[in-house]
């Protein structure tokens, strides 16, 4: 029987519809070993924040937009194309929103994932407890827990079907509810599903199905491939500079030495790396690979903070005070060095053989290589 899994909202929102993990996840869905389970309201909850997250965008481009209005000439060729670009970005925002809605289908399909519809039927047992306290809400009439109770309900339901669900959840509040059944495995998200014993019975079994696939694995194992992997990221300055990652996913902010605020880290520098360390291999698709890696080097840290913070440290460190608002805060860049962490893609035809391949690890630098490689970084620590 296949493996039941339920993604809650936080869950889906840090994996991503395309991630790494994702597309492990889609690898074991098509096999048949995992049933994925999305319910109405968590379908709901994060396609609603996707479209709030394009909004909020969108309204700071327009107010960029209208601020540079406000210092050009009303009767200039530069204020009328600032006009178009106003009119321009609301078309793309009713776009970007319509895009939030197609990419949820795909991604559905995509994946097979099973629709779990809202039953009115369960909503008398969620209203009791909404007045009561009990069950998801952490107190009476608590309405900001309704979602998760609906989701809970619908959970218990689907035990009718099977025998135990494995749910990825990471809200503390709900987690806490569902641990009182015994029928449920909790997990924190995707990779620590695909660390339980049962789940990597499962992938090991379809790797032992495709032989020529698990030699390619092992042969990105290898210290002399891995050695020209490194190589090549010291000259991928493209691939670095991409690399964005927001304060809810920096780590090491003590670091700083001073209160930070919204803190983000971007383009990382491939000239500065000075180690990388590769985890073992995962095979997430025909002509597809995946290696976990740590990537020390330097990077730029935007933040801001207060301006008496920043003034304490003198020229002791090279801070790049930018601007500053009427209550002191300043927008500051700096570099620093830090460890980016996260995945390694390197995609290539199926057929090739890992003879072939290993000989096309030679050119990855080439205008239209073999093997390309693309770099996911979930998480970095400030040094």
């Known amino acids: 029987m296949s493996i039941a899994l339920v993604l809650d909202t936080n869950v889906l929102r840090q994996e991503g519809l395309g991630s790494r993990n994702m597309q492990i996840l889609r690898r074991l869905t098509s096999s048949g070993a995992v049933d994925l389970l999305i319910h109405e309201v968590v379908a709901r909850e994060f396609k609603s924040q996707r479209t709030l ?5 969108v309204e700071k481009i327009a107010d960029a937009i209208t601020e540079m209005s406000r210092q050009v000439d009303p ?34 399909t995509w994946t097979g994932a099973h629709w779990v519809a809202f039953e009115p039927e369960g909503m008398r047992q969620v209203l009791d407890d909404y007045f009561t306290g009990g069950g ?9 827990d309704m979602p998760d109770a609906i989701v809970a309900a619908g959970m218990k339901a689907l035990l009718t079907k099977y025998q135990s669900l494995h749910i990825a959840v990471k809200d503390g509040a709900f ?8 029928k449920y495995t909790l ?13 990597v019975k499962i992938a090991k079994a379809l790797d032992d199905k495709e032989k020529d696939l698990a030699d390619q694995t092992k042969l990105f194992a290898s210290a002399t491939v891995q050695a020209r992997i490194v190589e090549h990221l010291k000259n991928a300055k ?42 073992e291999p995962t095979l997430v698709d025909s002509g597809h690979l995946s290696l976990p890696v740590v990537i020390r080097t330097r990077a730029r840290i935007d933040y801001a903070a207060s301006f008496i913070d920043v003034q304490a440290f003198d020229d002791s460190r090279e801070i790049d005070n930018w601007s500053m608002d009427g209550d002191g805060i300043c927008d500051l860049r700096e570099v620093r060095d830090v460890d980016l962490i996260g995945f390694l893609d390197l995609r290539f035809a199926p057929e090739l053989t890992p003879a072939v391949l290993e000989a096309h690890t030679e050119y990855f630098q080439a205008e239209k290589p073999k093997i390309e490689i693309s770099l996911e970084i979930a998480t970095a620590n400030i040094l």
């Open 238 to 279: 493209d691939l670095l500079d991409e690399v964005y990652v927001e304060q809810e996913n920096l780590n090491g902010l003590d670091a700083m030495e001073m209160d930070v605020i919204g803190a983000s880290l971007n383009y990382a520098q491939a000239g500065a790396i000075a180690s990388v360390d590769f985890g």
């Open 136 to 144: 998801a809400f952490r107190k009476p009439k608590h309405r900001d």
């Open 53 to 57: 997250e394009v909004q909020t965008q």
């Open 75 to 108: 009767k200039g060729a530069s204020y009328r194309d600032l006009a178009v670009m106003r009119s321009k970005v609301a078309e793309l925002a009713e776009a970007a929103k319509k895009e939030v809605e197609t990419d949820f289908i795909a991604w559905l």
């Open 187 to 199: 997990v924190d998200g995707l990779s620590e599903f695909f660390a339980l014993e049962v789940v």
């Open 175 to 182: 987690r806490r509810h569902l641990q009182n059944e015994p």
